[in-house]
């Protein structure tokens, strides 16, 4: 059973489309659903994953102490980190252009303003 305040803001809320709450979601900027977090995160183990092997491997043909390996390892694992951190102030910062943005913009204007003047008389926009 849905509560009463429930029911009226989906009642309020029942005009917006999905797809009209994702771009503004998106134009708000942020990570605002599971899918975008899930996947920023999986992005930022892979990155990090991949950089300490990276700089793992780089410092083992430079010195023999195991010690040097880890280190430049970590030295990779906060370069990506850093990296990351970039990626997603310009990720958010940088309004995205979605063709629903865009649609939505272009948006026509409500069904009762446009009926009303299909069904207008000639001699009335003529007038104007």
């Not at 708000?28 to 990276?54: P, W």
């Amino acid at each position: 059973m849905i509560p009463p305040c429930q029911r009226t803001f989906m009642f309020w809320q029942k005009d917006i489309t999905h797809a009209e709450r994702e771009a503004i979601a998106k134009s708000e900027g942020g990570i605002v659903t599971y899918k975008a977090q899930l996947s920023v995160g999986l992005h930022i183990l892979v990155m990090m994953g991949t950089f300490f092997a990276a700089g793992y491997m780089g410092v083992s043909y430079l010195s023999k102490d195991p010690m040097h390996h880890v280190v430049g390892g970590l030295v990779g694992l906060i370069f990506a980190m850093l990296m990351e951190t970039l990626l997603l102030i310009i990720r958010t910062t940088v309004p995205p252009t979605l063709p629903v943005e865009e649609a939505l913009r272009n948006k026509q204007r409500p069904q009762g303003v446009a009926a009303a003047e299909q069904h207008a008389r000639p001699e009335d926009k003529k007038e104007q």
